[in-house]
RNA sequence: GCGGGUGUAGCUCAAUUGGAUAGAGCAUCGGUCUACGAAACCGAAGGUUGGAGGUUCGAGCCCUCCCACUCGCGCCA
């Protein structure tokens, strides 16, 4: 695969394994099983090396080769001096690898510059990330921090990879919805220049309330065999008045007509709503701005076509009045039109999959959106298939993938509320972490022998600002998306075990070293010294170190490829852990040579850059002193 | 009723996609500082991976059937 050659980073050992191995199976077993797969790994214990070769056992039963025997072949075949020692064949057909000392402070030597072993991705296609989508009027809660937060990640990853990423605001600024918010507001006489969004958050909770009528929803839930909780849900909406709904109908049909004064007040909405988010965006340090704004509003021009193409295909048929996109494989089929020949949310995003393939030519399309989403996103995915829309200009098929996070839950395994049953907003819970942070930190820094004694009020403010939200961020990022999660500041908070601040405390510990050391550190990725001398690797410690450190750009494209961050923050909580090895038994500014303290200050140099290159792919700031 | 997700140590979570003795962190117990930052390190204890079958050299992971919890199921988004 030459585009896999081009991009095989010269400091990762385990891509230059596979090759070794790859090439040897070939010469065993013919160039037929050129696309073997080795299967090389790093080993999870010291006694097998430092890497396993686990790929002869498939491969003998495939060949009916005795494996143990195939492995010895691979093994008298394979060619890996310098890299390695001879391998050792062991158990049912392992192949057990561990590198030459002297490889490995050469490989060091290669993944010490800007790139720290990250390899650009050979996809020149962008990528479009679909994240955050708050809607207008409503005050933001914990959901939208996990698709914030988890959508910026992945963003940021592939942007180390050098993609272009175009980051989506899908905001949910158009619609029935809004039409009701701006006519309840207006019923209310409400001073649009006066906003604020708990004022809005109101009008919505009240418009919602008022004009819930669904006659023909209900019907269809009971014909279906729909939930109990749905028909009693649609039940209550019936009980409430139905004027309403006629009335902000009309209130939207002003509005896409051009309406001066309600465009003008709709603009108000949105305003008010974005001050509010760019806010907990500055707080949370997420890159998302104006720019990323593509809200619904953006495809309303677009629906009807959606409509007309899937009705031109022969795709779409009516049902009841209804415009519906049946599937083969499901009896449920995908609503795109209403009977009373409005559009739903399902044409919007249709509209907005073409538009990201076929106008942003993005190969991959990923949104971020939570797990009770994942019905729906099928449906919408598998439509555009049948439309063939997720195609690139340059007739590439686009990979759409729905990132279905779990929902996160209070201490006691419920849906997160407040003591009152309230929903937690998103700002209470930002200023929470601040203010824990902070808390932390400043207590910490009454110890007269911490390096932040005496430090201004305000810099430590910023620092506890640093520690509550990558403590927040940390916990979100760090188990695997599908799952629920429970929210527990005290837990995420705290500066011992699997946190972010203690990732942040390895960061700070390194940055002391070098201001004890009389040695400036760098900025940027770049190295901070000079590579003037080399890298000794003598201890265990050392060699533990370093090893790891040479995962890092295979874990970051790994992390691109399966879009799972939490397995960045696993990596990252190792490379901590392996530092902290170092440091208790290696000496670095009282070694016993100048040679050895050259060397461990450059490993220390290096496990700074790529905990702080890690972490900014998280989103975690990284101070240099807490 | 149909469909999806989850189930791993007392608690919170991993397990590199089928690999060797299922690993971490809290909590518990026991060691390490007149300090290159102890916000740390080293060690001990803790498991029938919800249950039962099956596939194979090998299963937490794949197949079948149960159980529990949870989410979703046409005119909201």
Known sequence: MPSETLSTPASDPQTRLEAALRQAIVAVLGPEYADADPVVRPSQNPQFGDFQCNGAMALGKQTGMKPRELAQRIVDAVELAPLAETPEVAGPGFINITLRTES????????????????PDPDPHPVVIDLCAVNVAKQMHVGHLRSTIIGDAL???????????????HLGDWGLPIAMVLHQLREEGRD??????????????????????????????RRLGAGPHRIIELEEQNDSAADTIEAAKRTLVKLQGGDAELDRQWHQLIDCTLASLYDALAILEVKLGPENNRGESFYRDRLPGVIDAFAAAKLAREDDGAMVVPFEDRTRPLLIRKSDGGFLYATTDLAAVRFRAQELGASRVIYVVDARQRDHF???????????WHRTPDGVEAELVHIGFGSVLGTDKKPLKTRSGANVTLRSLLDEAVERGTAEVQRRAGDPNAPTHGLPDEELREIGRAVGIGAVKYADLSNDLVRDYVFDMDRMIAFEGDTGPYLQYAHARICSIFSKAGVALGSGRGPAL?????????????????????????????VGRVLEPHRLCAYLYELANAYSSFYQQCPVIKADDEATRQSRLRLCDLTRRVLADGLDLLGIPAPRRM
Do not use: C, W
Not at 158 to 168: G, I
């Open 104 to 119: 490995v402070a050469e490989l060091l030597e290669a993944a010490d510059d800007e790139h720290l072993g990250v390899t």
């Open 155 to 169: 963003a940021r990853v592939f942007e180390r990879r050098d993609r272009l990423v175009h980051r989506e605001n």
């Open 192 to 221: 649009f220049s006066t906003l604020d969004l708990p004022a809005l958050d109101a009008a919505y909770r009240a418009a919602q309330l008022g004009g819930r009528n669904d006659e023909r929803g209900l019907a269809a839930a």
């Open 378 to 388: 099928r449906d919408v995915f598998d439509a555009v298939r049948l439309m063939d």
């Open 530 to 558: 000079d590579a003037k001398t080399p890298f000794v690797i003598a201890a265990d410690a050392e060699r533990t170190l370093a090893l790891t450190l040479l995962r890092y750009g295979a874990v970051v494209a790994d």
